[in-house]
């Protein structure tokens, strides 16, 4: 495809981000019809559907390829030019663990959100498929457990989350009188991150003996909302030891099973070459997390 209409691509990326037609077009102050046309006009210039007509609309596997393809450009031109524009800004998503978001990667990108110009679009999901994301076009960076970098790309290892298995004393004494055990496991409430993987879950079940999705679960999509449940004796989970530093400390939360550690290795995934606004965001997040997680 020859000369990329990059104003229409823009134009794509506003649809998603809003999740419609009439959003985007409210905030261009222009009409839904001259949107789905410009959307159709680059849909013809391509060749191929670039957006399901879902709501919200979703991008093609193509429109994937040419978001992504987007967010780099939008890369070097804020390299280039954002010092000639006092108002230029830069959107830059990236895919994170939940467990890392609720730790260590803010305090990671403190000095580089210094940059006034920067704005994160961060998603977050399960450490085993935030480089989908990458893959897929739809972030420029992605904190995995994948070790090898993917085809054109790189990856940095962060270091290593290590999880426990924990509830209150109270909770303890109610479920476990007897220590965590295959019986007491089946009729107790512990809290999963989603029903599509858990893999605390699975490393849970492996450990005591048990039938692979045996174990009943609340599901909360938030790695904060697990400490509240456990300190209100809602719930058992397995969770990171960085994330509840303070709690273990304090004697609020204790490790249920001494012997019971999972250890996650986590890298640091983009494509190369980097631009030089992602290199300072990738020495950031690299050198923070070499400096707070175990290796």
Known sequence: MKNIDY?????????IKEQGFEKA???????????????????????????TRTVPPKPTKYGEKLLGLLYHVQLIEHDMFSNDYGHYTLNIPISVNADSLAT??????????EDSSIRLDIKTDDESR?????????VVGAISLQPL??????????????????STPSFAEKYFPKGVTQDALLKTPIVAFDFTSDM????????????????????????????????????CCMISKQ???????????????????????????????????IKKMSHCIVQYANSVLNN
Do not use: M
């Not at 104003?7 to 649809?15: H, M, V």
């Not at 935030?130 to 739809?138: C, P, V």
């Open 7 to 15: 104003k229409s691509l823009r134009l794509l990326d506003l649809i």
């Open 25 to 51: 077009a409210s905030k261009l102050f222009i009409t839904q019809s001259a949107v789905s046309q410009r959307v159709k006009q680059l849909e013809n210039q391509v060749g191929t559907l670039l957006l």
């Open 104 to 113: 260590w990667v803010l305090p990671a990108l403190k000095d580089f959100l």
């Open 130 to 138: 935030t480089l989908d994301y990458l893959i897929r076009g739809e």
């Open 149 to 166: 970098p993917i085809i054109g790309g790189r990856c940095d290892l962060l270091g290593t989350l290590d999880y426990i298995f924990v």
């Open 200 to 235: 605390h879950h699975s490393f849970l079940q492996q450990y005591f003996g048990l039938t692979p999705g045996s174990l009943p679960c609340h599901i909360v999509g938030s790695s904060e909302a697990y400490i509240k449940l456990i300190l209100q004796d809602s719930a």
């Open 243 to 277: 994330q509840i530093k303070e709690e273990l400390a304090s004697g609020k939360i204790i490790n249920l099973v001494p012997n019971l550690v999972q250890h996650k290795k986590l890298y640091w995934h983009r494509y190369l070459p980097e631009s030089e606004t």
